[in-house]
Structure formats: structure tokens, C-alpha cells
């Protein structure tokens, strides 16, 4: 704002009169305020996962799962030091879970997604039933769901935690609750949930058979069935050109994100493939799940290896390069931008 001396001094006068009633001049702020486009404070970041895992095993050495609470290492936004986020509207961590260990049941208004990094055989339960999980499933505690964790094998357990704690926290919306117990009684032996609502069928509604919520019945995305259902696809598709193969995890109750706030998809990129450029002011954290490439976000080359996460911040073009075939597990906030009518993209 270009202004002459004098009403410079004067503005200014005012502004510090203006102060102690608390009020402040929009037009000093309006062009950060009302931007033509997102700016957002994250980093484009990688986290190694194998210096991760290290750090997380020493920690386990320390502090019980039972003492922690959640023992999990927040990844933490280089940009955003003090957030406890990976970007302005989402959090991740990595959970470890020790042979014998119970992470005790507790619920919150959160909503939380977990991808098994490593392991087989721990469980996730949900409302009293468990979710066996292995590497690469995807398992979700929605806001407001008793949950859960425990480890009966002889190895460690390791899964991303993906919450929209930074939303809920926008908004003050936190709430939690602890149970009494460590674990919850089991109401339906493991994979009961899958079974009912995983078919494209449900119970119908009303009789005694449908025992989930009506907004959330599914909650065990697994590895062994979305892996293949993604090379079919690939064997028979055409490919995307900004997106190669993917498929979105849906919540069966209404074709539409896995949660409200939080959506999930997978990705396959055959060899050589490298998709056309695109940008959505939609975050995403990206977890390596096979193969290897090349994430250019902006001007910052990221090399992609298995299990290793790295972030992509709102309105950052991405260009990705298979050198192998690729397979990415992303999640993001655009759950709450389509709901908000704040999602679009620009794609090359």
C-alpha cells in the first residue's frame, strides 16, 4: 500500500488508538488474508523410514505402549516447527506396537486412518471387533469409535497414522474418552465387518444382523484385496495421464471418501511412466509401497523408496517418474475441500 507521509502517520495513530478495543484495518492485511492463490507454510519433506523405524525401536526400548499412550513419532513438517502436523490440515505419525503390547482403548472426535508400514498379526479393534492387520492395509477408527491396539506375535508392529487433528483443532472441536479396561470385550470375531459390508451388500437396515454405523459400516481396507484389484486394473485399463492407474477407498454407506475429512487412494505406475503435471490445493502424504522413482514437487527432487513418506503441500505442481513399477499409497484433505467447495485443479 502506497501511501503519502503524512496519512502514513496518521493511520498509524489511529491504528495504536484502535488497538486496546481489540479492532484492527482490514486493508492492512486483505492481500494475505484473501490470496489469489494458496500459500501454504509446509515443506515439501521426505521421511526416511528406515532412520525412522530406528529411532522408534530405541524409543520402545524406554516407554511402554501402556505408558505413551500411543507410542508414536510425529512427522513433523519442516516448515511448521511446533504443529504437530504434516500439513496445515492433517497429522502423521509412525506407531509402534511391541510383542505383548496393548495400546489402551480410548475414543476421540478425531478421525484416524492406519497403514501398516510393517508387521503381521497385530490387531486394530474397533467398537469390539478386531481388524487383523498386515503390511499395507489400511485401517480406519473414525471420529467418535472405541479403539484399540495389541500385539499377541513375537515381532514389532509398525503403522502411519494419519489423523485430521490440525482440522479438528481449527475448528475446537476436540473431545476424548478412555475406557476402564485396556482392551475392549469382543462383540464379532475378526473380519466380520469386512464380510458384511466389504461385498458391495449390507445387511438391511433395522434387523439385528447390521451391528455398524450407518455412516461408517467399514473400517479393513486389506492389502491382499486392493493390491490385485489395482494390477487388473492396470492389465485392462487405459491409463490416466496425470494419474496412471489409481483407485480411490471408498466408504460403502455412500461411494464416498473413507471419512469425512480424510480421503485415501492408491496408485500404479508402470516402468518409464511419468505422468503429466498437476496441482490441487489438496495435501497429500505419500508412503512408498513398491518399486522406486522420482517425485518432482516444484523444483524439489524427491527419490521414492518403499515404506519412506513424503509430503505434498497444498497448490504444489507434482510430476512423478516410475524407474520401476511404482505403487503409492496416498491420503488427503480433499474429503473436506469437496465438501467445502474448495477443491479444483490445475492439470498440464
Known sequence: MTLANDQRTQLEALYAEMAPAHLTPLWESLAQLV???????????RWSYDAARDYLMRAGDLISAEQAERRVLILENPGMPGSSAI????????????????????????????????????????????????????????????????????????????LDIPTVRHFDA???????????????????????????????????????????????????????????????????????HALEFLNPADGGPVMPTIAAHVRLLPAGFEPRPGAS?????????GGGGTALIEDQAVTLHPRDVFVVPSWHRLTLRADEQL???????????????LFKEELA
Open 174 to 244: 476436540s473431545f476424548a474418552e478412555h475406557l476402564d479396561v485396556k482392551a475392549q470385550a469382543e462383540s464379532a470375531p475378526p473380519g466380520d465387518t469386512l464380510a458384511r459390508y466389504g461385498r458391495n451388500m449390507r445387511p438391511i437396515r433395522g434387523s439385528t444382523a447390521d451391528r455398524r454405523p450407518h455412516n461408517q459400516p467399514l473400517f479393513h481396507y486389506p492389502y491382499f484385496e486392493w493390491r490385485p484389484a489395482l494390477e487388473a486394473m492396470a492389465r485392462s485399463a487405459p491409463i490416466d495421464p496425470h494419474l496412471g
Open 327 to 341: 505403487i503409492l499409497f496416498g491420503y488427503s484433505d480433499k474429503a473436506a475441500q469437496d465438501k467445502l467447495n
Open 87 to 162: 500439513v496445515p490440515s492433517l497429522y502423521a505419525g509412525l506407531q509402534l506396537i511391541l510383542p505383548g503390547e496393548i495400546a489402551p482403548a480410548h475414543r476421540h472426535a478425531q478421525c484416524a486412518l492406519r497403514f501398516v508400514m510393517e508387521g503381521e498379526g497385530a490387531f486394530t479393534a474397533v467398537d469390539g471387533e478386531k481388524a487383523v492387520m498386515r503390511s499395507f492395509d489400511l485401517v480406519l477408527t473414525p471420529g467418535w469409535q472405541w479403539h484399540d491396539h495389541g500385539n499377541p506375535t513375537d515381532t514389532p508392529m509398525i503403522w502411519l497414522d494419519g
Open 35 to 45: 490470496r489469489p492463490e494458496p500459500k501454504s507454510p509446509a515443506h515439501v519433506h
Open 281 to 289: 490445493p489438496a495435501a497429500t502424504g505419500f508412503v512408498g509401497v
